[in-house]
């Protein structure tokens, strides 16, 4: 081996692959300008998504083009259910224990009332425990639903400051018997 002309020349490679028939050249110099063509789309495709802001629309859209964003909802609200209150379990006035998750609605832009739900979470689990806690035994036998929503409901509005609850939901609202474990 040896340097020449600034360049490096191994003695033992002394053919270079190169096609040898007029067809097989033209394949060669079509596929190499191909590769050409692909990098420079890379990098002018790179250039444009470094140099365009990050809210810029789309240059290019496949397809109908209907106007609306399809991660916004019909109403133009994004509403969440907030379910952060956990399983309740309530001692009665019977001995009996009431077994139940809260959940309700509450739009999710507004992130002033989402953090005062956030820091009100044991303000209403001693809300609702309260409610039915106090509530006499003729009472939990023949639980009306709907009033204890629209009762707690009344009471979780009260203790809130930037917005207000619409409605809630009760699920796996259980009352366990103490006289049947027995």
Known sequence: MYISKNLLYNNSVKIIITPKTKTSQIVYLGMLSLAGVLILLLIIGTIIGVVRSSGAKPLFRFGKYSGTSAQTPASGED?????????LRIPLANSSTLILSIAFPYPAHDTAFTEELAAKIGDFRSLAAGYFSALPPDKIANLDESAAKQEILSRYNAALRLGRINALYFSDMMIIDANLQQ
């Open 79 to 87: 509403i969440r259910v907030f379910s952060g209150l956990g399983q």
